[in-house]
Nanobody, 116 residues
Framework: VQLVESGGGLVQPGGSLRLSCRAS????????MRWYRQAPGKARELVAA????????DYADSVKGRFTISRDNVQNTVTLQMNSLKPEDTGVYYC??????????WGQGTQVTVSS
């Protein structure tokens, strides 16, 4: 199993970023996918989740109305569109999936920094 994130960077408050996670090595369309983040000195927290077929999504209260998770089960990618970014959104963002056959899997993470 491999999860590879991309799209992080430095952005000013109020700006936008689009994170992508490309998955391989398992039947992607069968599993829910999640984005987590970890700020310096803090525990990793769940940001957004999407069901296997993409019809159901869930968000942390802190990002509702600003972030949108989506997936493409043909390209095996999951995307996190982040708008109206705040300094408190700064952290390393990780793609995650939990499977029965392949265990719990994490990407290497992508750094998001929101600062003026």
């Amino acid at each position: 199993v491999q999860l590879v994130e991309s799209g992080g960077g430095l952005v000013q408050p109020g700006g936008s970023l689009r994170l992508s996670c490309r998955a391989s090595g398992f039947p992607f369309s069968r599993y829910a996918m999640r984005w987590y983040r970890q700020a310096p000195g803090k525990a990793r927290e769940l940001v957004a989740a999407i069901a296997n077929a993409g019809g159901s999504t869930d968000y942390a209260d802190s990002v509702k109305g600003r972030f949108t998770i989506s997936r493409d089960n043909v390209q095996n990618t999951v995307t996190l569109q982040m708008n109206s970014l705040k300094p408190e959104d700064t952290g390393v963002y990780y793609c995650n999936c939990v499977t029965l056959a392949y265990g719990t899997n994490w990407g290497q993470g992508t750094q998001v920094t929101v600062s003026s």
